[in-house]
């Protein structure tokens, strides 16, 4: 399919419209004459493949006006005729933010796509990025980007870029704002950046119920090691980097009961 097909995702996504999952995705046949861009990567040992391509520009406001883009995971046969897909998708509309998507998808014998499931994400680091890892005892396996910030904060779910900007028009906003490790702040204690990955959370998703769960967290120590953004930041990767998961790969998963207790380490150590 044209990466444009999934547009109604992107939609969603920035709040232009809702997505119906009663209706077939629209491939809008002039949008699909719009060139496509591939790249490749390895992904687990598999070559993946993302097709791209850019929005046509508003005649009102002109520039660049982003694109729409996927990359298909795993493609299974349905024994009805039809297929079900697990697609990666990524948007833009024409900022800095490339917004991600997890979707599940079945195509009905005559050509038409249904969404089935869909999980949205944040932008970049920001909770962006999502991948999906693989699905094993009816548990479906997916992560998203973090932070640093969102690394030490596993559980809070919380827009931090929108509080920021909530807390700049109303300081008493900060007073009843989510708790965080410490009561550190994302940007100016620690880092939380768009560009600022250290690693990833990860989920499992029941086939049966929908309910997804975190499971644990992916750190990148290189990458921990160079985020400078925020006052307490150089403290806490000394302390990663003399922690016991200092020696981890970035694909190594650390399970969420072994790292809540770590945290309360390193807001002891941070603290002084």
Not at 37 to 55: A, C, F, P, R, V
Not at 122 to 147: H, K, M
Not at 166 to 173: D, G, Q
Not at 203 to 217: E, I, T, Y
Request: one cysteine or more; a negative charge.
């Amino acid at each position: 399919m044209h990466p444009h097909c999934f547009a109604a995702f992107g939609d969603s996504v920035f709040g232009e419209e809702s997505l119906n999952p009663d209706l077939p995705l629209n491939c809008d046949p002039e949008l699909t004459k719009f060139p496509v861009e591939t790249h490749s990567w390895e992904n687990q040992g598999e070559k993946q493949i993302s097709y791209s391509s850019d929005l046509p520009q508003d005649p009102e406001y002109g520039g660049y006006a982003g694109f729409n883009s996927f990359s298909l995971f795993r493609r299974y046969d349905t024994g009805d005729g039809g297929e079900l897909a697990l697609l990666e998708l990524m948007f833009n509309r024409g900022g800095s933010g490339h917004f991600g998507l997890l979707a599940m998808i079945k195509t009905e014998q005559n050509g038409e796509a249904f969404p089935l499931w869909w999980q949205w994400a944040g932008d970049r680091c920001n909770d962006g990025y999502p991948r999906f890892i693989g699905v094993e005892d009816e548990l479906l396996f997916y992560s998203v980007a973090a932070t640093p910030f969102r690394l030490l904060n596993p559980l809070d779910e919380t827009d931090w870029r929108m509080q920021s900007f909530l807390e700049a028009l109303n300081p008493k906003e900060a007073e009843t704002g989510p708790a965080t490790l410490g009561n550190w702040e994302p940007y100016d204690d620690i880092a939380n950046c768009a560009v600022c990955c250290a690693g990833e959370r990860v989920f499992a998703m029941g086939l049966n119920d929908g309910f997804s769960r975190l499971v644990g967290v992916k750190i990148d120590n290189q990458a921990f090691n160079e985020s400078s953004q925020g006052d307490i930041q150089a403290c806490v990767n000394a302390w990663v980097q003399q922690s016991e998961f200092s020696g981890l790969t970035p694909d190594q998963l650390v399970e969420i009961q072994q790292w809540l207790p770590a945290l309360k380490l390193v807001q002891t150590a941070c603290s002084n």
